[in-house]
């Protein structure tokens, strides 16, 4: 089946440390993202990229870090720079020519 | 200041009853509008998708509209399932297309009761 996948669906962190969630794609779509809910709050953007090898910091991009090696794969890691990361986080992607995003199941990240 | 504002915040109706859900928006160009349905720890999944020249669309028991003079659209859901329990997000593009420019509500969340 055609869809993106976001691993872990829980994932705890200890203060100061890094860790990395994960994003995979099987739909072929260029064009990947990176975003962060808050409770009454929209989603916000973190990051995407348009295209392998490329990427572009969104509006709160800060403490975050991506890469994009692969089309299928574009892991965000949140850093200990990230000063409240206790969020959930949500990976979409989206074909060439059309404005529908299409959305993992998301990670709920805690720091504890 | 591109913003999406969506009425009521949470909303409760009992099983069978019909809602409606408002969205306002100040999005400039405009693209389209997508309401997205969210259940709770998933991820947001398309329900419609309105462009300047549609007024009303309809998906099974939802039913969008939206009026292009006023920035508003309003989405009606009838006769109600527990099924429909989840928060609906308003979603407006601007001309583009990129999903950088991908503008979105805080969403609405609607209970259904038995």
């Known amino acids: 089946d055609g869809g993106i996948t976001q691993s872990p669906k829980y994932l705890f962190r200890k203060e100061g440390q890094n860790v990395t969630l994960s994003c995979e794609q099987n739909?072929?779509?260029?064009?990947m993202y990176w975003y962060r809910q808050d409770p009454g709050q929209g989603l916000r953007l973190i990051y995407y990229?348009?295209?392998?090898?490329?990427?572009q910091k969104g509006d709160i991009a800060e403490g975050y870090s991506v890469s994009r090696e692969k089309k299928e794969s574009f892991p965000l890691t949140v850093t200990s720079a990230q000063k409240n990361p206790t969020a959930f986080y949500l990976c979409?992607?989206?074909?060439?020519?059309?404005?529908?995003?299409?959305f993992g199941q998301g990670t709920r990240l805690t720091v504890v | 200041k591109n913003q999406v504002e969506q009425s009521p915040q949470s909303l409760i109706i009992l099983e069978g009853k019909n809602c409606t859900l408002q969205?306002?928006?100040?999005?400039?160009?405009?693209?389209?509008l997508r309401w997205y349905k969210q259940d709770t720890g998933r991820g947001p999944v398309s329900l419609t998708i309105?462009?300047?020249?549609?007024n009303t669309k309809s998906n099974g028991r939802y039913t969008a509209t939206l009026d292009a003079d006023t920035k508003q659209s309003s989405l009606h859901i009838t006769a109600s399932q527990l099924s429909d329990s989840a928060s609906y997000i308003c979603v407006v593009s601007a001309e583009g297309g990129a999903t950088n420019k991908l503008i979105f509500g805080t969403g609405t969340l609607l209970a259904v009761q038995p």
């Open positions: 309105m462009t300047f020249s549609e």
């Open positions: 969205c306002n928006y100040t999005v400039s160009p405009f693209s389209n």
């Open positions: 739909l072929n779509h260029d064009a």
């Open positions: 990229s348009q295209i392998v090898n490329d990427f």
């Open positions: 979409a992607s989206k074909p060439d020519g059309r404005t529908e995003a299409f």
